[in-house]
């Protein structure tokens, strides 16, 4: 499968944006997808995930009251909604997938097999 994603943008803090990724060449409906991200200096981090229904959703605590993440399996798209963002959340945000029939867990960032080109958020006053 492979993932874009878009809709990074400069913000100022307090501020919202809504971040999407595309996926083509699987079948969209068989995989756990999430979000994840990566600051300057630091390792890429878990942010989000939402199981293949889209029923459950999972978040980091850094994010959970704030982000918000959902699916359109027939667009084969996934989206990231972000709000009262804060200066610690600029990052390169990475969407993610992983194939759902090999079962285990799907909520920490080593689950992912699949990641794709990010998009770099900032925000900053």
């Known amino acids: 499968v492979q993932l874009q994603a878009y809709g990074g943008g400069l913000v100022q803090p307090g501020g919202s944006l809504r971040l999407s990724c595309a996926a083509s060449?699987?079948?969209?409906?068989?995989?756990?997808m999430a979000w994840g991200r990566q600051a300057p200096g630091k390792e890429r981090e878990f942010v989000a995930a939402i199981s293949r229904s889209g029923i459950s959703a999972y978040y980091a605590d850094s994010v959970k009251a704030r982000f918000t993440i959902s699916r359109d399996n027939a667009k084969n798209t996934v989206s990231l909604q972000m709000n009262s963002l804060k200066p610690e959340d600029t990052a390169v945000y990475y969407c993610a997938a992983k194939w759902g029939p090999s079962g285990g867990s799907w909520t920490r960032r080593e689950d992912y097999e699949f990641w794709g080109q990010g998009t770099q958020v900032t925000v900053s006053s």
């Open positions: 060449g699987g079948t969209f409906s068989s995989y756990f």
